[in-house]
Nanobody, 119 residues
């Protein structure tokens, strides 16, 4: 059974930090690029960041502006999102997703972890 399990969300004050994790199982993790996608309350899905299968290439949405860092540990089948200098507008449910190179859409999604940035 394929699983992507996010963790690390929670309530944080503006300017604070969180580290999200996504543990994968049931598929060959290092065959897949991994992404973080978020859903802001009342809005659609918004892509945040992506990382290639071996971690050699990373991509970020403009709004992260150097505040977020994506990484992965293929030995532990886990992808991370370090989020610093959080803003209230970062409040969202954060999902990790897996996509094999060449596939048109994500193959697997996690259930999401909620991040609330508020004082």
């Amino acid at each position: 059974e394929v699983q992507l399990v996010e963790s690390g969300g929670g309530l944080v004050q503006p300017g604070g930090s969180l580290r999200l994790s996504c543990a994968a199982s049931g598929f060959t993790f290092d065959d897949y690029g991994m992404s973080w996608v978020r859903q802001v309350p009342g809005k659609g899905l918004e892509w945040v960041s992506a990382i290639s299968w071996n971690g050699g290439v990373t991509y970020y949405a403009e709004f992260t502006k150097g505040r977020f860092t994506i990484s992965r540990d293929n030995a532990k089948n886990t992808v991370f999102l370090q989020m610093n200098t959080l803003k209230p507008e970062d409040t969202a449910v954060y999902y990790c997703a897996a996509k094999r190179a060449g596939d048109a859409s994500y193959d697997y999604w996690g259930q999401g972890t909620r991040v609330t940035v508020s004082s």
